[in-house]
Nanobody, 120 residues
């Protein structure tokens, strides 16, 4: 069984920074694309950033130049450094990963989410 666990969400003032982590555990063979998504109240879940196993990265326009994604393949962990946070960044942030286990083919896994609130 595979689990994705996010951490690092908090209440922060506008202009502040946070670092989110997403740790994958279980019977993992390989982790391919990993990504961060977010869902604000009353809105659909949206893509924030994706990072491939080789390190290719893409960002949503709304977070470019403010957010930085990285991953440590040895630790099966992905990070999201968020700077210059704005109230509109307030959302539940979810980790998503495409993982192959020893038991079967690749499938998508989601974490449970971590709340980020940007408010003064």
């Amino acid at each position: 069984q595979v689990q994705l666990v996010e951490s690092g969400g908090d209440l922060v003032q506008p202009g502040g920074s946070l670092r989110l982590s997403c740790a994958a555990s279980g019977s993992i063979f390989t982790i391919n694309n990993m990504g961060w998504y977010r869902q604000a109240p009353g809105k659909q879940r949206e893509l924030v950033t994706v990072i491939s196993s080789s390190g290719s990265i893409s960002y949503a326009d709304s977070v470019k130049d403010r957010f930085t994604v990285s991953r440590d393949n040895a630790k099966n962990t992905m990070y999201l450094q968020m700077n210059s946070l704005k109230p509109e960044d307030t959302a539940v942030y979810y980790c998503r990963a495409l993982i192959q286990t020893a038991a079967g083919p690749e499938r998508i896994y989601w974490g449970q989410g971590t709340q980020v609130t940007v408010s003064s």
